[in-house]
């Protein structure tokens, strides 16, 4: 398929993507990590260091990424690196407002979201929740790691428990950080690692990894109410916003995108992604594509 990448003046783009923005009858917003990254929520450097610089020196690993699957000798010390790395990524905020610059811009527009991210930050920043789509999980999720019944379990409790248990407190700020009163251990208690209440077996996190990821009602329900906010808008001029989507999961997000926008002589097709923004020829005359740090862009309409 021939692609058209971003190309012209910048001001231009942003001009086309306002009057896009304000011509919409809806808005989908198509969501992937590099939306997250733009408000800070980095897998690397420093925020990797402060938080894993133990797990760090003793493994060899540098980024949150890779620790996710390293084979660690037991469940103590796996859900030490587990409960830091979802509190982190799912119950502090993200370090910039980027999320809430983009819910104040699309607001008071008929909108929806489908969203790669597991980081529920959509929620955190005051999208309606009838509005998200978490294709992919939560990190907030907990599900039986061999299915016993579709069903997952809320873990802010456990988590909490698991990160005071190596010695971490949550600050005034919101961040975690060392108690101060004794170096944070790399394990946690037997007592915490997580089991499923009905068959026993030990539990995972809800992450679309292989076919064992539960789809459980609330996962449903919230594909239903997606399918029938593209199904009831029709042929309405409907503004395709991409945002920080990659080439891990195209079959969601991306391509669907391309296709509604093609089928649609009313839509159009934008993406916001740095170093990686681009559009098929065939809906080149109908798309925006914007080679820019996203949070950026959102500012910049925000205040335009």
Not at 82 to 88: D, E, K, P
Not at 96 to 118: E, G, H, M, S
Not at 149 to 161: G, K, L, P, Y
């Amino acid at each position: 398929m021939p692609i058209t990448k971003s190309t012209g003046n910048y001001s231009d783009h942003i001009r086309r993507l306002r009057e896009a923005l304000d011509a919409a009858d809806a808005v989908v917003v198509g969501a992937g990590a590099g939306l997250s990254t733009s408000a800070g929520f980095t897998y690397t450097g420093e925020r990797f260091e402060r938080y894993f610089s133990d797990f760090a020196d003793k493994y060899g690993f540098r980024d949150m990424y890779s620790g996710g699957f390293y084979p660690f000798p037991d469940p103590e010390e796996f859900w030490a690196y587990w409960s830091r790395y979802i509190f982190i990524n799912r119950y502090m905020d993200a370090p910039k407002p980027v999320y809430d610059n983009l819910l104040a811009l699309v607001k008071d527009k008929d909108y929806f979201v489908i969203t790669t991210n597991v980081d529920h930050c959509f929620q955190k920043a005051g999208f309606e929740k009838e509005r998200l789509f978490y294709t992919q999980g939560d990190y907030g999720l907990f599900q039986c790691s061999e299915p016993c019944r579709q069903e997952t379990f809320d873990n802010e409790s456990m988590i909490r428990q698991m990160t005071e248990a190596q010695g971490y407190i949550q600050g005034d700020d919101g961040k975690l950080c060392p108690s101060g009163y004794t170096v944070p251990k790399m394990s946690v208690p037997s007592a915490l690692v997580p089991h499923c209440p009905h068959c026993g077996r030990p539990m995972t996190m809800n992450l679309r990894a292989d076919d064992r990821f539960v789809e459980d009602e609330g996962w449903h329900r919230a594909a239903e109410r997606y399918e029938d906010f593209l199904r009831t808008r029709g042929q309405q001029r409907i503004l395709f916003l991409e945002l920080g989507v990659g080439h891990n999961t195209p079959g969601i997000i991306k391509y669907p995108f391309w296709r509604m926008t093609a089928q649609n002589k009313a839509a159009t097709y934008a993406c916001i992604n740095y170093g990686e923004a681009f559009c098929p020829e065939e809906i080149v005359d109908r798309s925006i594509v914007v080679n820019a740090d996203i949070g950026e862009v959102v500012r910049v309409l925000l205040a335009d």
